[in-house]
C-alpha cells in the first residue's frame, strides 16, 4: 500500500512537472525582456495621426511605420505595428503587454517616469487649426473659446496651459479625426494639435476651408521618442540601431519619403 501511494506521489509530481514545462515553453510573441534576437516585438500605435500613423487599405501606414521597422530590423527584431486607442497604447506599454509604442509620442518629464524613451527622431510643436474665417491668430486668442483636442496629448496640456485645467470650453476627444469633425461640424472653435499632422489634414482636407496658426512664443517645442516599459533592455538596442541609421543615411531617407526634405539632424541634439 505505502509503495502504491509513493509512485502515485511519484507520478503526480512528474506530471506537474511535465505540465509546468509545458507552460514554460509556450512560444510568445512578446515578452517583457525581448532579448532573443529575431522575434516578433509588438508596437503599439494610435493610427489616426496622419502622416506619423494613419489606417491605409486596413494596413498601418506611417512615418513611425518604416521608421520603427527599418530601427527593429538593426537592432535584429522583426516588429508588429498594432492600431490601438491612445489610453490603450499607454495601459499595453505599462503593463508589458507590447514591448514597444511608437505613435509621435512626445518625451516629457511625467512620461519619463513611467516609460523609458529612445533619443528623440522628431522634433514638433503644438499648431491651432481653425476655420478659415476665424479671428484666432496667436494662442492667447484662444481663451473664451471652444478648443478641441486629443485627451491625455500634449495638445491638451498646451490648452490646459492658456484656458486652465479643467476648464469646460476644453473638449477632450478619444482620437484626433473625432476633433476635426468638432471642428467642421462647429461644436469647437479651434482644435490643438502636433503641428506636421495639423498641417497634413488641412492640406488633406481642401473642402473643409480650413486653416493653421502657428504660436512658438506659447507652444514649447517637443521631442518624439519610441518609448519602451521602464527597464527593458530594447530601449539601448534600439538607441543604438538608431544611431546606426542616422549614421548610415536610412533615417534621412525615410524622413525625404514621407516629408520631401532633409532632415534638420541639428535640432534633434538639442
Ligand atoms: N505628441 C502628442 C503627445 O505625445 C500627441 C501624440 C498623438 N499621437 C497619436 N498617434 N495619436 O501627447
Known amino acids: 500500500m505505502k509503495k502504491i501511494g509513493v509512485k502515485i506521489s511519484v507520478f503526480m509530481m512528474l506530471s506537474c512537472l511535465l505540465v509546468l514545462a509545458a507552460c514554460g515553453n509556450k512560444e510568445e510573441k512578446s515578452s517583457t525582456d525581448g532579448n532573443e534576437k529575431g522575434k516578433t516585438l509588438i508596437a503599439?500605435?494610435?493610427?489616426?495621426?496622419?502622416?506619423?500613423?494613419?489606417?491605409?487599405?486596413?494596413?498601418?501606414?506611417?512615418?513611425?511605420?518604416?521608421?520603427?521597422?527599418?530601427?527593429?530590423?538593426?537592432?535584429?527584431?522583426?516588429?508588429?505595428?498594432?492600431?490601438?486607442?491612445?489610453?490603450?497604447?499607454?495601459?499595453?506599454?505599462?503593463?508589458?503587454?507590447?514591448?514597444?509604442?511608437?505613435?509621435?509620442?512626445?518625451?516629457?518629464?511625467?512620461?519619463?517616469?513611467?516609460?523609458?524613451f529612445t533619443k528623440p527622431y522628431f522634433e514638433a510643436t503644438n499648431m491651432i487649426v481653425v476655420k478659415k474665417e476665424s479671428d484666432i491668430k496667436n494662442a492667447l486668442d484662444l481663451k473664451d473659446k471652444k478648443i478641441g483636442v486629443q485627451n491625455g496629448t500634449t495638445g491638451q496640456e498646451a490648452a490646459?496651459?492658456?484656458?486652465?485645467?479643467?476648464?469646460?470650453?476644453?473638449?477632450?476627444?478619444?482620437?484626433?479625426?473625432?476633433?476635426?469633425?468638432?471642428?467642421?461640424?462647429?461644436?469647437?472653435?479651434?482644435?490643438?494639435?502636433?503641428?506636421?499632422?495639423g498641417n497634413e489634414y488641412v492640406k488633406n482636407n481642401p473642402k473643409e476651408n480650413l486653416?493653421?496658426?502657428?504660436?512658438?512664443?506659447?507652444?514649447?517645442?517637443?521631442?518624439?521618442?519610441?518609448?519602451?516599459?521602464?527597464?527593458?533592455?530594447?530601449?539601448k538596442e534600439f538607441d543604438q540601431a538608431f544611431q546606426k541609421?542616422?549614421?548610415?543615411?536610412?533615417?534621412?531617407?525615410?524622413?525625404?519619403?514621407?516629408?520631401?526634405e532633409e532632415p534638420d539632424m541639428e535640432s534633434l541634439k538639442k
Do not use: C
Request: proline share 1%; no cysteine.
Open 160 to 197: 490646459e496651459k492658456i484656458l486652465g485645467n479643467n476648464n469646460g470650453n476644453i473638449a477632450k476627444y478619444k482620437n484626433i479625426t473625432i476633433a476635426f469633425m468638432a471642428l467642421k461640424n462647429n461644436e469647437v472653435d479651434a482644435v490643438v494639435i502636433d503641428n506636421v499632422v
Open 44 to 116: 503599439g500605435t494610435n493610427a489616426a495621426f496622419a502622416p506619423f500613423e494613419y489606417m491605409d487599405k486596413g494596413k498601418v501606414t506611417g512615418f513611425d511605420v518604416d521608421l520603427v521597422e527599418a530601427v527593429a530590423k538593426e537592432a535584429g527584431y522583426k516588429v508588429e505595428v498594432k492600431h490601438e486607442g491612445w489610453d490603450a497604447m499607454l495601459a499595453n506599454l505599462q503593463s508589458k503587454q507590447s514591448d514597444l509604442a511608437i505613435a509621435g509620442i512626445t518625451m516629457n518629464d511625467e512620461r519619463k517616469k513611467t516609460y523609458d
Open 245 to 260: 541609421m542616422i549614421d548610415n543615411g536610412t533615417y534621412a531617407e525615410i524622413y525625404k519619403k514621407w516629408f520631401k
Open 211 to 235: 486653416k493653421v496658426v502657428m504660436d512658438k512664443e506659447n507652444f514649447d517645442s517637443e521631442f518624439y521618442g519610441m518609448a519602451f516599459p521602464k527597464g527593458s533592455k530594447l530601449t
